[in-house]
Every structure is written in structure tokens, then in C-alpha cells.
């Protein structure tokens, strides 16, 4: 039953990522990838999408997976799924939040998750590095391929774009121009 | 109980307005809680804010919801919690399904396909910068990098479940500071 699983899955991912956002990355890649639901490439676009529209990143993500995968009921259970474990666990915490955020147990638990998030989002990082750079392998015709220049250049610039500050929403849009006129130029 | 029920709409209402016009949540919604929820609508204390965030932090789940689901229930209990996850979350449902249905139809079109590889090298500097700034945020210790290089290399070259390696790092976070508290102790 496609949205029972729909909901489980993003009800454990809304369980186990800590710091929100791009933390979640881990995890739904490596749900969405095992069962099938995208491919890595569909799943980079989806991000993009969350990224450039108005929302929590996470939230977005979720409904975009559901979605795709099972049209609007699909998007209701994977939303209510990841919305779920926080909305419980702060109804829970609220009424003692004082004591629960100096707890020592909850410091030192988070001590390790600090960490180990800069840990899977490398590891979300290199994924998405291979199927950007490297989508069939390592291989001679690889060089020559113009979508391997073009996306070494773009993700130059916006490297460069995200240290001066520039806004996510600005960088994609302007990653998203040069690729449709390098596109055209290039005739991909 | 009647003052608390006129907050829900209120509540349902100020926070589709964050949901809306906050791109990229969490920590971009912060400000505009603030705004609205402090100085607008007097619903809870400047301070506050700080404790907030530090609980969205430190609970699972998206920080953005964690954040209203704590002001909504501050302010009017379980349904004030209730509206205002609700008001944060329709935006988004709403958005991103239109999209996801249009780019469904659209995606074999030429100028999309292009447009959607320079945006695939785009993610991946914006997921790097995310990678920057969690860095930062983490504690500077030895068994800090540890944690890192491990959760990294077990995750990307040894495939294990990320729950567990959450799970173990946690762990390992909470016997590494029972260790240091002992020896400090001495």
C-alpha cells in the first residue's frame, strides 16, 4: 500500500533528522532511491524546486516526493509524515522545555548529532557529485561531453554567487538561465 | 477558553502568511516569527525567540514546523498548535503540488531539460553551503571530527542505514560527554 508507506517513510524521516533542512537530505535520498520512487537525477530536481519556492525546505520536499510518487493523496501522507514526529515531540517538550533544554543527557545526545549532520550532509553531497559529474561512471568519452564543462562552470559560479551572500532562490535562477542559453548554444 | 479560541485564527492566519513568504524555512523564518508573533501580535516575549529556536534545534523534524507547532501551543494550547502548523504547512501542499504537476508535463521540453542541468550543478553548491554553515555550527573537539569522518564514510562508502548512524552518534555524543563530566569532576 504505496501511501501507508508514503507515510511511514517520511514519518521516520521527520523522526531522526535533527538541524531540518538539508539534514533531511540523507535520508530521503537513501528511502526514496531503495524503494524506487525517483531516480538520483529527478530527486537533485526536486530539491531545486523545494529550494526556489516559498515553505520549509523539508515540507516541500516531502510533498514533492509524495506527490510524484502518488499524486495528491500520495502528497497528503508523505506531509502529514514528516510533520507529525515534530508536531508530537514539541507538544510533548513544551511543557517542560526549560528543563529539557538544559538537560544533560539532551546536550550531550546533541554533542553527537552536531557532527555526525556535517557528516551525512558530505555524504548526501558526494552522491549528488557523482550523479551531477558522473552520471554513467567514470569513462574516456566522460571529457568529452560539454555537460560536464557546463555544470563544472555553473556550480563555479555558484559557489561564488553563495559566498558573495546571494539568495538560493537567485543563484538557481541564474544557474537555470545559463543552462537553457548553454543548452541552445551547445544543442545538447 | 473564549480569549484562546479568537487566537486560532489569528494563529492559522499570521502563520500561512510565514509559510508563504519565507523561502528556504527554518532559520529564514525566524525573523518573520519574530515580527509577527512578538511584535505584532504580543504573543510571546522577545526571549523567547532564543529559546525557540534553541528547541526547534534540538528536537527532531523541520525546524520551521517545530517552531510554530511551539509558539502556536504558547499561545493557545493543542489547537493553537494545531492552527499553526496547519497555516505553515498549506502554502508549501498547495505550491508544490501545482509544480509538481506542471514540471510532469513540461519536463520533456527542451528549454526545461536545459534549464534543469544548470540548476543540478546550482543544488549541489547550495547543499556544499549548507555543509559549510552546519560545520560551523559544530563543537570544535577532537571526537567532533571523529564523528564527522565516520557518520561520513559509513553513510557514502559503506551504505549503512542512516537511522543507525544517527542513532550510534547520539549515543556516542552522550557517552563522550558523561566521560568528560567525570573527568572534570576528579
Known amino acids: 500500500m504505496i501511501y501507508l508507506e508514503l507515510f511511514l517513510t517520511f514519518f521516520k524521516i521527520g523522526a531522526f533528522t535533527f538541524g531540518g533542512g538539508y539534514a533531511m537530505l540523507p535520508l530521503i535520498q537513501e528511502a526514496v532511491l531503495e524503494k524506487g520512487w525517483a531516480d538520483a537525477e529527478s530527486l537533485i530536481d526536486f530539491v531545486a524546486v523545494s529550494e526556489s519556492t516559498p515553505g520549509p525546505f523539508a515540507v516541500n520536499l516531502a510533498t514533492y516526493v509524495g506527490s510524484d510518487t502518488a499524486g495528491i493523496p500520495g502528497a497528503l501522507c508523505a506531509t502529514l509524515g514528516v510533520v507529525l514526529p515534530s508536531f508530537i515531540v514539541i507538544l510533548i517538550v513544551a511543557g517542560f522545555y526549560e528543563r529539557f533544554r538544559s538537560s544533560f543527557a539532551v546536550r550531550g545526545v546533541m554533542s553527537g548529532l552536531k557532527p555526525a549532520v556535517v557528516g551525512l550532509i558530505g555524504a548526501a553531497a558526494l552522491s549528488v557529485f557523482v550523479t551531477v559529474f558522473l552520471p554513467d561512471g567514470l569513462s574516456v568519452s566522460l571529457l568529452s561531453s560539454p555537460v560536464l564543462y557546463i555544470s563544472a562552470a555553473l556550480f563555479a559560479v555558484s559557489v561564488l554567487l553563495s559566498q558573495k551572500k546571494a539568495h538560493p532562490v537567485m543563484i538557481i535562477l541564474i544557474s537555470a538561465l545559463i543552462g537553457v542559453g548553454c543548452g541552445y548554444i551547445f544543442n545538447l | ?186
Open chain 2, 1 to 186: 477558553m473564549k480569549e484562546k479560541l479568537r487566537k486560532l485564527p489569528e494563529l492559522f492566519v499570521t502563520f500561512l502568511k510565514i509559510g508563504a513568504f519565507t523561502f528556504g524555512g527554518g532559520y529564514a523564518m525566524i525573523p518573520l516569527i519574530q515580527k509577527e508573533a512578538v511584535e505584532k501580535k504580543g504573543w510571546i516575549k522577545d526571549d523567547d525567540i532564543l529559546e525557540i529556536v534553541a528547541i526547534a534545534e534540538s528536537t527532531p523534524g523541520p525546524i520551521a514546523v517545530n517552531a510554530a507547532t511551539f509558539v502556536g501551543f504558547r499561545t493557545a494550547g493543542f489547537w493553537g498548535a494545531f492552527s499553526a502548523t496547519l497555516g505553515l504547512v498549506i502554502p508549501s501542499f498547495a505550491i508544490i503540488l501545482l509544480i509538481s504537476f506542471l514540471l510532469r508535463e513540461f519536463r520533456e521540453i527542451r528549454a526545461v531539460r536545459y534549464a534543469f542541468i544548470g540548476i543540478r550543478a546550482a543544488v549541489l553548491a547550495l547543499i556544499v553551503r549548507a555543509l559549510i554553515s552546519m560545520y560551523k555550527q559544530s563543537p570544535k573537539k577532537i571526537i567532533s571530527y571523529v564523528i564527522m569522518a565516520a557518520s561520513l564514510i559509513l553513510v557514502a562508502f559503506f551504505r549503512i542505514n542512516v537511522i543507525f548512524v544517527i542513532l550510534g552518534c547520539g549515543l556516542c555524543g552522550l557517552v563522550f560527554s558523561l566521560i568528560e563530566r567525570r573527568r572534570q569532576a576528579k
